[in-house]
């Protein structure tokens, strides 16, 4: 983050908040304020918002002109957030189940009741099969911290299974870990100084839409833009230059530029002896991997290779933008781990604006983690990638029981969509969601608990794309009667006689306590500044030009060609393209990403107004495979493999390359055509390093439905 424009964009903050900051919400019925706060959702951004407060309805929202990434603009899905708030489908009373398990009938109960029968529930359970029966499902749909993390030590204290929470990211950081030590790289906005950009796997226009304005400015600069992604994204349309590999075959792309740039000479030879480890052996390995060969695997023509190693190698400052497409893939860790090992070949981090970025989670070490602790009993851990299986296969022990459901919609993100259901709708499962919202996981509720949004509730927020902290504050009163899943957690707790004092702790307990952390990024933030400037940026060293000299913080301080770690996980200590399994039948293969700009994950897939902007769920075919199979644009086509199958308009077109299909992620099941969704096909096996899934691994058969 250019910190100088930070600090002067927080002057100016601090007096419009001075202004604004004594009028409290409920005090004045008449009263006009404008309360800042922060996007709650699973997105790099982190967009920092003012709520505008009469009468105590929130009667608008927009973006934080002085905040230097949001800068006044929200996104498309986002921007109509108080719909959300005020939908007339907000659920606003406890609701349990008057019909038969996935049917959606509910009858309005009180929350003492709820309250009551749920923890009277859980207790038998926990005495019959123990606390492990019991399984807490949650993951992304807001990522604050007192909302998303702090409920966990309710599930620690009791003893509940752990959930492995990996569906995003963990094989991303795993990979990277493997390669450079931390998943930390350039300063997001310094991708302004870079003159060569690769977008590797990353959607950015739809995605990360706030890093776009960073990227233009380098274009403008003279920079190019290289996109590397099976299918032609918004983002691939605007760049410079399209890379269309297969799907999982990145790292035997990265390893012909590698064999490139080290035939040519054009690696640095000095940063490659002074901070690197293993480069003998990695030239080594790269004699498997001539462009030739490199083209075969990747479907890419050999020169293209080339040409990119080439003006990757020799372009200063050079970056690659990498983020989570090519980890959903078996071979997901090491293709990341591979990709990671470019950088440091080519001496790209001693530039401000050269190395990779990817994401920065390893920046919120900065936090008291401490704080969110609680004593509990050892517990197993179920992985939330194989929700399906662990409720359905008679061989987990003790079986699940109960499932606790809160910011997650499994029955729309997860793979194996119809086995999820299938599990979900077990007679014997007693299931509660905390939603907002009916989705299609509610539908399977024993109970439904009315939750609050990010206008209804205190929340701290980090950045995993960006580099700052950001205060939620509440703008209006709860809706109905929503209340905040911490404050659940708190009553369930009580009502469950679980007595330790931490799981009693407020709201703005828990934030202040996170804040209490010697780490010099968090040096000057306190409770009080961030409720009154609402956000602040980490402190880093400006320019922050992470490993201009070395230093890696893997075990041998250096960044690893060559993994002893890997190795001692039976992995190949040397990166390496391994094909997936083959194909019994002719095949395409199936990316079911996140294409949709008013989506966000499966969040906005109930709303009317995104739903229509989004129009439908089709699938993308490129014009061969669609007239091998005698499929015209427009037609009805019957997708299936031996998990699910769907029923979709096919789209033939230059949208995916041969080999190829694409559906949208994110529309509820509920709303699809045949009430099923893209992951109804998607396998639900785990990468190869960090226990993530394998999504965009999926094989499918596509045919005409006439
Ligand atoms: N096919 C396919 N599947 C995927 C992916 C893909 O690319 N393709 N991507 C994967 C990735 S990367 C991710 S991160 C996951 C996302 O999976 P999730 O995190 O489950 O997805 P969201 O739809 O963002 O959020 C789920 C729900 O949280 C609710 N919610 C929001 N705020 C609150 C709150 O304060 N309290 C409570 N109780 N509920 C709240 C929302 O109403 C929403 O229904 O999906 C994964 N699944
Ligand atoms: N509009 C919108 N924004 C979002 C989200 C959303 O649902 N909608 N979700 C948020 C979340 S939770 C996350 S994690 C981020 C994810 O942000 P991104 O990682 O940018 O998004 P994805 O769509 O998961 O994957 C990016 C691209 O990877 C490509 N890809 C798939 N397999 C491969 C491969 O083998 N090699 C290569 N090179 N590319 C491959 C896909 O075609 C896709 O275009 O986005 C966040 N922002
Ligand atoms: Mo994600």
Request: aromatic share 6%; hydrophobic share 40%; net charge negative.
């Amino acid at each position: 983050m250019p910190r100088s424009a930070a600090g002067e964009a927080q002057s100016r903050l601090a007096v419009r908040e001075r202004i604004i900051s004594d009028a409290t919400v409920e005090g004045n019925p008449t009263l006009r304020t404008v309360v800042r706060g922060v996007c709650p959702h699973n997105c790099p951004d982190r967009c920092v918002w003012n709520v505008t407060v009469e009468g105590g309805r929130a009667v608008s929202l927009s973006g934080d002109p002085d905040h230097p990434i949001t800068r006044g603009g929200l996104c498309a899905k986002v921007d109509p957030y108080l719909e959300r708030v005020y939908s007339p489908d907000r659920i606003l009373h406890p609701q349990r189940r008057a019909g038969p398990k996935g049917a959606g009938r509910f009858e309005r109960v009180s929350w003492d009741e709820a309250l009551n029968d749920i923890a009277r529930r859980l207790e038998s359970i926990i005495d019959k099969d123990g606390p492990e029966a019991i399984l807490p499902y949650f993951f992304s749909g807001t990522l604050g911290l007192v909302q998303n993390e702090s409920p966990e030590r309710f599930f620690k204290s009791i003893g509940a299974s752990r959930l492995e929470r990996t569906i995003c990211g963990s094989t991303t950081y795993a990979g990277l870990t493997a390669t450079q030590g931390t998943d930390l790289g350039i300063a997001p906005e310094d991708i302004a100084h870079s003159r060569f950009i690769v977008l590797w796997g990353a959607n950015v226009i739809v995605t990360n839409l706030h890093l776009w304005p960073f990227i233009r400015k380098a274009k403008a600069a003279g920079a190019t833009v290289v996109a590397i992604d099976p299918v032609r994204t918004r983002t691939a349309q605007a760049a410079d230059w399209h890379l269309a590999p297969l799907p999982g075959t990145d790292a035997a792309l990265a390893l012909g530029m590698m064999h490139v740039i080290v035939r040519e000479g054009l690696h640095d030879l000095d940063y490659v002896e002074r901070h690197t480890v293993g480069f003998a052996r990695l030239a080594e390995r790269l004699d498997d991997y001539s462009p030739d060969r490199a083209a075969t695997i990747t479907d890419l023509p050999a020169e293209e290779i080339v040409g990119l190693a080439r003006a990757y190698a020799t372009t200063r400052p050079s970056v690659i933008r990498l983020m989570v497409g090519p980890e959903k893939h078996p071979n997901g860790g090491m293709a990341i781990r591979t990709i990671a090992c470019l950088p440091p070949l080519v001496g790209a981090w001693r530039d401000r604006g050269g190395g990779l970025l990817s994401t920065t989670t390893d920046h919120h070490d900065a936090l008291n983690w401490d704080a969110l602790e609680a004593e509990g009993p050892e517990a197993r851990s179920i992985n939330m990638i194989k929700l399906g299986e662990a409720l359905t296969d008679p061989s987990v022990t003790p079986p699940i029981r109960a499932l606790i459901v809160f910011d997650s919609n499994p029955a729309v993100i997860a793979p194996n969509q119809e086995l999820v259901r299938r599990g979900l709708a077990r007679e014997d499962l007693f299931t509660v969601v905390v939603e907002q919202l009916p989705t299609d996981t509610v539908l399977y509720a024993d109970y439904v608990l009315p939750a609050t949004t990010q206008l209804e509730h205190l929340d701290l927020l980090t950045s995993w794309g960006f580099t700052f902290v950001a205060l939620n504050r509440p703008a209006i009163a709860p809706a109905g009667e929503a209340i905040a899943n911490s404050e659940f957690f708190r009553r369930l707790a009580a009502r469950m006689g679980f007595d330790d004092p931490r799981l009693q702790a407020s709201d703005e307990q828990i934030v202040r306590s996170l804040l209490e952390s010697d780490d010099p990024r968090l040096e000057g933030i306190t409770f009080g500044r961030l409720e009154r400037d609402g956000w602040a940026p980490l402190r880093l060293p400006d320019p922050w030009l992470p490993f201009a000299e070395g230093r890696f913080p893997t075990p041998s301080g250096k960044a690893e060609f060559y993994s002893e770690s890997l190795e001692a996980q039976g992995l190949d200590p040397l990166p390496v393209y391994t094909p997936p399994p083959e194909d019994e039948l002719p095949s395409l293969r199936l990316i079911a990403a996140k294409t949709g700009v008013h989506f966000l994950n499966s969040s906005y897939g109930g709303s009317d107004r995104h739903t229509k902007a989004e129009r439908e769920p089709v699938i993308d075919l490129n014009p061969e495979d669609a007239e091998a199979r005698e499929i015209t644009d427009g037609d009805e086509v019957r997708v299936w493999n031996d998990l699910g199958e769907l029923v979709l308009r096919a789209r033939v077109g230059d949208r995916v390359r041969p080999g190829v299909a694409a559906v949208p992620f994110g529309w509820w099941a509920s709303r699809s055509p045949g009430g099923r969704s893209a992951n109804a096909l998607t396998s639900d096996g785990l990468a190869d390093m960090g226990r993530g899934g394998d999504f965009f691994a999926t094989r499918v058969h596509v045919s005409s439905a006439g």
